[in-house]
């Protein structure tokens, strides 16, 4: 008879033993090495997101930053020449009496420069803003006499004065106008 003996279900021999005790001490340096790799692979990935999201977040801050700058370059450029364009339309009103073709011929030329500058105008965004017949709206009227008028509600504008205008949806200059009590 041989002294070997069959292990029973569940036992394990020495070499067996000895194999995992060899396998077991080796395995939580592994089980820790990817525990640190997994951690500091999220860490760098959360790095490399925050980072995206702070590029996206500077991009649209620079792209504000130019908008606004274009804007105010804008309104600085046409809050000078908005007194040209009052005088334009002074002289088309004033319009000198005497030889009639040559009336109709300075009228013609003073009519055209008035378009041509009010086309450049509204290029850059410039845009009268609506009075006569209108409600008045402190937002974008600015009142310069209340007066009685029976053919208009209390609160309409009556007349304009100076015509108002707006650069986008920012007022660059109020209407003065007459309104009704």
């Known amino acids: 008879m041989t002294n070997e003996t069959t292990p029973v279900e569940g036992q394990t021999t020495g070499e067996e033993a000895a194999q995992e005790g060899v396998a077991e001490s080796a395995a939580p340096d592994l089980v820790d090495q990817l525990t640190e790799a997994q951690a500091q692979a999220a860490e760098y990935l959360d790095g490399w997101q925050r980072a995206r999201a702070e590029l996206a977040n500077y991009r649209r801050r620079v792209e504000n930053q130019r908008a606004e700058m274009a804007v105010a370059a804008n309104a600085d450029l046409l809050a000078n020449l908005l007194p040209i364009l009052d005088d334009l339309e002074l002289a088309i009103a004033n319009a000198p009496k005497g030889d009639a073709e040559a009336w109709q011929e300075w009228h013609d030329g003073i009519t055209l420069i008035l378009h041509k500058f009010q086309a450049v105008l509204a290029s850059v965004g410039l845009s009268p803003i609506p009075a006569e ?49």
């Open 133 to 181: 017949g209108e409600s008045f709206d402190p937002n974008v009227h600015e009142a310069i006499s209340h007066e009685s008028s029976p053919e208009h509600e209390s609160g309409q504008i009556i007349g304009q004065v100076r015509r108002g205008y707006k650069l986008g949806d920012r007022v660059l200059r109020a209407s003065l106008v007459r309104v009704a009590q």
